[in-house]
């Protein structure tokens, strides 16, 4: 059955760049019935969706994070990435990967990894 | 941001419970609402999609339902492995958003 990967440094220092890859694995991120999504989990806070992709390269960012935010779509290697630029300590979260799937126009992720934790200090 | 509240944010039950969590919407989302169950180490599983669709696989005790702005999660019979946190999400409007979560704790 199809699964999600996130795979990545767990410490990144003030100011860096945060580089996560989502790796899908029994299925092919090449399905146009599907979308790429990453989110986040802040430590006692609720969820906050970062941005998706499709196959095709089309993005959304959350406008609270579009402008660190970057995500990119390697289809040869069925996997997607994540970069957030200038990470400060409200960065540290648990990043999670996520597939957008849909029935009509209703929009849900049906399938997530386990996530990686991530944590911002010098 | 469509901010979205649940309550409670944590319940304690026992096995054969019916449990109820409730999410709230901060302006309309039609139906477009999901429920996900998260257990620690594991990951996030969708239970309910546009509010009221039971996503493939999951046990029928599970029901969702709407009522203008205010959604409601239920567990008609709780079962060992439904202690978790459960989680809303509206898809409505981008961003899509979540709720803070629910805990489901043993009595």
């Known amino acids: 059955q199809v699964q999600l990967q996130e795979s990545g440094p767990g410490l990144v220092k003030p100011s860096q760049t945060l580089s996560l890859t989502c790796t899908v694995s029994?299925?092919?991120?090449?399905?146009?019935?599907?979308?790429w999504t990453w989110i986040r989990q802040v430590p006692e806070k609720g969820r906050e969706f970062i941005g998706y992709?499709?196959?095709?390269?089309?993005?959304y960012y959350n406008p609270s994070l579009k402008s660190r935010v970057t995500i990119s779509v390697d289809t040869s290697k069925n996997k997607f990435s994540l970069k957030v630029t200038s990470v400060i300590a409200a960065d540290t979260a648990l990043y999670s990967c996520?597939?957008?799937?849909?029935?009509?126009?209703?929009?849900?992720?049906?399938?997530w990894g386990k996530g990686t934790a991530v944590i911002v200090s010098s | 941001d469509i901010q979205m509240t649940q309550s409670p944010s944590s319940l304690s039950a026992s096995v054969g419970d019916r449990v109820t969590i409730t999410c709230r919407a901060s302006?309309?989302?039609?139906?477009?609402l999901n429920w996900y169950q998260e257990k620690a180490g594991e990951a996030p599983k969708l239970l309910v999609f546009?509010?009221?669709n039971l996503q493939r696989g999951v046990p029928s005790r599970f029901s969702g339902s709407a009522s203008a702005t205010e959604f409601t999660l239920t567990i008609s019979s709780l079962q060992p492995e439904d202690f978790a946190t459960y989680s809303c999400?509206?898809?409505?409007?981008?961003?899509?958003?979540f709720g803070q979560g629910t805990k489901v704790e043993v009595k």
């Open positions: 992709i499709y196959h095709t390269g089309n993005t």
């Open positions: 029994g299925g092919s991120i090449s399905n146009d019935d599907y979308y």
């Open positions: 999400q509206q898809s409505y409007k981008d961003p899509p958003t």
């Open positions: 996520a597939r957008g799937g849909s029935s009509g126009n209703y929009y849900y992720m049906d399938l």
């Open positions: 302006e309309i989302v039609k139906t477009h």
């Open positions: 546009a509010a009221s």
